[in-house]
């Protein structure tokens, strides 16, 4: 197969690597794509939101199907883009239409969705500047810390947790009133804060089976023991300890199964990932969030844990034979951590040169915010590495990404020494 991937980031290049060892792939494309995702296939210098673009080189290609990383050409309809073109409506797309991408375009359309389809969320209510003041009543009826969700799209960055009913007036009121997140923030979503252990969990489907792909779980915050400012991810792990087969029964039977049937039945075509963000409270599994793709750093740790040909799951999706697929997951724990630029999540130098990933034999590394110069390696974002390793157990497998980590230098590098702290046990 002719594939063309869509992104440039860590979850793109672990993505690239997986689909790299089918034999089922002829020639992959990324776009755009970084230093680490050309040792897999042909950058190409597109931008994933010109679709124009794309489909003059998809035509040009022979391309037999898109892959779609990130978010935002979803969310902006490059599904529906090539479903509405006799050109290229025979070519798959990898990744829901507008409509089903909502999910995680608008916080509100995913509230309600769960509502309809009793999957069990936090209590909630969405408000615009013109009922600002119903806002403030709402929180003055709900208990400290207080959740304030953008509505869209905001980078990772639109999710606020104020501890005090004064500090959530004034950040509903900045949210809103002062487009805090620009359009992202026009309507926000207020939500009971439930208290717990998060994990996510990813499913590929075709619209009408789908497949439970390894649990993953990461860490956001840019401090150790989760302090500090809210990241696009600083490392993950999976398997998850507290993710038994009793709870994850529980989130099959109460999440998964009812978002795909409650998609079907609502007549919203989706085919391809789907991410749930859950939090575990007293054993109970409620909805965070969605997303309608992989989660990044999360992919970094999932796609070496999937033993099956990943191309053979993304056919199964585009002919909706995906229920025909074998799914098998690699054993052994596998972990990742972030090696990013100092001063990330604010403000951050790029152009650092890189070096000594070369010498790294006992990991995967996946590049996240890198470009090339020749054979220089740049940094080129504020994630920069991400590390992969596996191991028998989480404790290992740690172990080892950290080893690694020590022969790879770039100016003002940072990373948590403490990822996964929270899920050791002498169980994984």
């Keep these: ?207 009408d089976s789908y497949k439970i792909l390894p649990e993953a779980k990461d860490y956001k915050r840019i401090g150790e023991g989760d302090t500090g400012l809210n990241t696009g991810g600083m490392g993950a792990v999976s398997p998850v300890s507290f993710c038994d087969k009793t709870f994850m029964d529980k989130i099959e039977n109460q999440i998964i199964i009812p978002t795909v049937k409650g998609l079907k039945s609502e007549g919203i075509v989706y085919k391809g990932f789907i991410f749930f963000g859950i939090i575990n409270v007293k054993g109970e599994p409620y909805v965070i969030e969605y997303n309608c793709r992989m989660g990044d750093p999360e992919t970094e740790v999932v796609m070496p844990r999937l033993k099956s040909d990943l191309i053979d799951l993304l056919e199964g999706v585009a002919t909706n034979t995906l229920s025909e697929c074998d799914i098998q997951f690699e054993e052994r724990s596998a972990c990742t951590i972030m090696m990013v630029s100092g001063g990330y999540p604010d403000a951050y130098q790029k152009g650092k040169v890189i070096n000594g990933i070369n010498s790294v034999t006992d990991s995967l590394v996946f590049h996240a915010g890198t470009s090339s110069d020749g054979p220089v390696v740049l940094s080129n974002g504020g994630r920069v590495l991400a590390v992969t390793s596996y191991g028998r157990n989480l404790e290992a497998a740690l172990e080892r990404s950290y080893a690694s980590i020590e022969k790879i230098s770039f100016d003002d590098a940072y990373f948590r020494t403490d990822i996964g702290f929270d899920v050791l046990s002498k169980k994984n």
């Excluded at 779609?68 to 599904?79: A, F, R, W």
């Excluded at 375009?105 to 209590?123: E, L, Q, V």
């Excluded at 980078?155 to 500090?167: C, D, N, R, S, Y």
């Design 1 to 207: 197969m002719r594939i063309l991937l869509l992104g440039s980031g860590g979850r793109e290049h672990a993505i690239a690597w997986k689909i790299a060892k089918s034999s089922h792939l002829e020639k992959l494309f990324i776009a755009p794509g970084n230093a680490g995702t050309r040792l897999h296939g042909t950058n190409v210098d597109m931008s994933a939101t010109d679709f124009s673009a794309i489909k003059a080189f998809v035509l040009a290609e022979n391309v037999n199907m898109v892959i779609v990383g990130p978010e935002d050409p979803l969310v902006l309809g490059i599904h529906d883009f090539f479903l509405a073109d006799a050109q290229l409506k025979s070519v798959p797309v990898i990744g829901p239409n507008k409509e089903a991408a909502q999910l995680e375009g608008s916080k509100d359309f995913a509230k309600a969705f769960m509502m309809r389809h009793n999957i069990p969320t936090a209590k909630y209510a969405t408000f615009t500047k013109d009922t600002l003041e119903q806002g403030y009543k709402f929180l003055e009826g709900m208990k400290a810390p207080y959740v304030l969700k953008a509505d869209g799209l905001a980078a990772g960055k639109g999710v606020l947790i104020p501890e005090t009913l004064p500090e959530a007036k004034a950040e509903l009121k900045s949210m809103l009133a002062d487009a805090k997140f620009g359009d992202a923030s026009s309507r926000v979503v207020i939500e009971q804060f439930l208290k717990g252990i998060e994990c996510s969990v990813f499913v590929l489907t075709d619209g």
